[in-house]
């Protein structure tokens, strides 16, 4: 997500600074192992407390207004029409198993800003979810409404989601001057995997047939042979403001390499995610290693990006629910940036670094790595549609707080007419503590497990791993009770899964609570207690250092720390 507030990495003249926010991974009913369809998306913000949104279905009357807020800062934007009737939400999917992600990629400066723009990509996401029941539908919708009420942000991919089809849409605005956005939109094809990182991916793509779409001519969309849309004047609009050459071929047009081209800051921040996601499913991917570590990215003279990773891969296997959400915890382990091994990481190998990323030592520039999971996630999902159940039971929304490594996805169905109490809005905030909000529980245990990780996440990974386990179970039952009852009493379905969502919701906050004071009194002052039966006192041991670490205390000290005999 883009936050005006992050500390910046590396700049691209004439571009949008690079956030580094957000993380998308997409997959296919053919490329998981029950035929379900997924996105996942780690919302990464130092400012956006975690919590779980939720908009009741609802009738409106005739005549009704919208009030619009920037997502990220809350400012008010406007006001649209309403529609008559709009779906239940909870987060990122609704009650149809529609889901929606994204992460901003910024793209050129000239586009960045659009004055009197009511819709910003964030409220582009939510008013969309109450009003789409499908990938297609969401799609319109959003181009309608950038048309209609221009668009308010920077460049954006969005990940959007149904039970039976996968789409990747990139949007960038139309500057100043001119209302709305220019956008393409592609089907992820069945049996292949596509992710984004803050890296606008689409490249070129199919122009022939019926696919250039615009408000009046959306209905071409819902042809199921129609797997690529655009706007209209995509590539006219980056002609007519010098970004494409008048004379060149429309057939050539890279809408990233035109919109947002790829640089160093955009390989190693942003793309390097995605090849380390597809690398677990794929293992052809080092070809493409120099490339995402920016080291290696080769240009034609369009200035065009030649070596770029595909937009999707084909992956070696198929994955499930669980895997999915390991691949939100990577940190490049296995690769030569494996952020558990460089020095940053200290004696107890942890993969984060506070920021800034970038730092300078004698007058030479160095970065330090952005890893997919991250320690300012506000919230994480894994957005699970099923194309074989009733939507009341089919749409599942794995919802965490905090940085997905540490965190414990949980079982949210999407037709649940409220939030679980400590996950709601309005229970604390960013700069308002309660030990009664997931986000401040899940924080704590963190930020502990931060000070050693090596010695206390462990405990964390085995908690987290018996629980998400726990809840495939827990699910599985869930729905074979919701079946029976469906053709009866949809009404009662709905509520019975909201209570069991909102329930297990609850009590991982109450469990997680609990987990802390464990971990505190265990690893506290830099010890290792363990609980001897029959005694007062516990049992006290300090692992020692790493050999690596007290080595380069000694090659910074000398002898001053040497022992005198």
Known sequence: ??????????????????????????????????????ITYSADSHVLFGELYHWAAADWAEGSLLDIYEWDTGKFLGRIPQVAHTYNVVGNMNEHQLSIGETTYGGLEALGTQTGAIMDYGSLIYVTLQRAKNAREAITVMADLVEKYGYASSGESFSICDPNEVWIMEMIGKGEGEKGAVWVARMIPDGYVCAHANQARITTFPLEGKTSISSDK??????????TVYSKDVISFAKQKGFYPQDASNKDFSFSDTYAPVDFGGARGCEIRVWAFFNEVYSDMAQYWEYAKGTDIQKDSKGYATNRMPLWIKPDR???VMEIMDFMRNHLEGTELDMTKDPGAGPYECPYRWR????????????????????????TFVAQSRSWLPNEIGGIL?????DAASSVYFPMYSASTRSPKSFAVGNGSMMKFTNDAAFWVFNQVTNFAYSRYNIIHPEVRAKQKALETKYQTDVKMTDAAALTLIDKDKKAVVEYLTDFSCNTGDRLTDDWRDFYGYLFTKYMDGNVRTVVPDQKNPKVSNPPHPEKYLR??????????????
Not at 218 to 227: G, H, L
Not at 358 to 376: H, L, N, P
Not at 398 to 402: A, E, L, P
Request: aromatic share 12%; charged share 20%; with cysteine.
């Open 1 to 38: 997500m883009n936050k005006l507030f992050f500390a910046l990495i590396i700049l691209l003249g004439g571009m949008i600074p690079k956030t580094f926010g957000c993380t998308n991974f997409l997959f296919t009913k053919s490329t998981t192992k029950d035929g379900s369809t997924v």
């Open 218 to 227: 959306m209905k071409q969309i819902y042809n199921k042979e129609v797997t």
């Open 318 to 320: 198929k994955v499930d």
């Open 356 to 379: 800034p990323m970038r730092y300078t030592v004698d007058g030479k520039s160095y970065v330090m790595e952005r890893a997919t999971a991250t320690q300012q996630t506000g919230f």
């Open 398 to 402: 794995w919802f965490g707080v905090d």
């Open 552 to 565: 380069s205390i000694i090659e910074y000290m000398g002898d001053k720390q040497a022992v005198k005999e």
